[in-house]
């Protein structure tokens, strides 16, 4: 079955500091992999996803296939980028979208 | 800007009503999703929407039906709410292969 894990709560950070949150899929057949942000007292909103291979707010994601995994990283955290971040994984094709657990990053002053 | 709007922020609601949530979005968008959003579980997915009239079940379309009569309006029904279904409910919409843009949410209480 189709599944998205983050296989972290809470990851906590200083202001600085280089992050990653991880996420790994299971799917057999080609994904399509996005980082949905949910600030405080806003929506969730796309952050990123894997076709367009772009940084947003200086955060970039790899997809490895190899070991089915679709990483956000950023090199030097900054205070806003505090967030609840899902990771999630859009498959068949009428495009159906399941997402993980989430993981809360705190960035420390 | 594509707008999803729910009809209520809050709702709360007693075991064995029946209860709808409502979901408009603007951008004659395809495909139309309905998630309930509880901590440590992340989002999980009931129902979606490919079609007027066409649903396909989640992950945890128990206790839940949906109805999609026009393009723009998918509806979430729970037929007899229970306490387990308290949650935060989000409606998302979006064309084939792209971005979800997602209401507000729907804080649902059920005492």
């Known amino acids: 079955a189709q599944r998205v894990t983050q296989p972290e709560k809470l990851l906590s950070v200083f202001k600085g500091a280089p992050v990653e949150l991880k996420c790994n899929y299971s799917?057999?057949?080609?994904?399509?992999l996005f980082w949905y942000v949910q600030y405080s007292r806003q929506r969730l909103q796309l952050l990123l996803r894997?076709?367009s291979r772009e940084s947003i707010k200086g955060f970039t994601a790899d997809l490895n296939k190899g070991e089915t995994s679709f990483h956000l990283k950023k090199p030097f955290a900054q205070e806003e980028d505090s967030a609840m971040y899902y990771c999630?994984?859009?498959?068949?094709?009428?495009?159906?979208?399941?997402f993980g657990s989430g993981t809360r990053l705190s960035i420390r002053p | 800007d594509v707008k999803v709007t729910q009809s209520s922020r809050y709702l709360v609601k007693r075991t064995g009503e029946k209860v709808f949530l409502e979901c408009v979005q603007d951008m004659d968008h395809e495909n139309m999703f309905w998630y309930r959003q509880d901590p440590g579980l992340g989002l999980r997915l009931i129902y979606f929407?490919?079609?007027?009239?066409?649903?396909e079940k989640g992950d945890i379309p128990e206790g839940y039906s949906v109805s999609r009569e026009k393009k723009e309006r998918f509806s979430l029904i729970l037929e007899s709410a229970s306490t387990n279904q308290t949650s935060m409910y989000l409606c998302?919409?979006?064309?084939?292969?792209?971005?979800?843009?997602f209401g507000s949410g729907t804080q649902l209480s059920v005492l």
């Open positions: 894997h076709i």
């Open positions: 998302a919409s979006s064309s084939l292969s792209e971005k979800l843009f």
């Open positions: 999630a994984l859009a498959y068949s094709s009428a495009s159906k979208i399941i």
């Open positions: 799917y057999s057949g080609s994904p399509e």
């Open positions: 929407s490919y079609d007027v009239k066409m649903k």
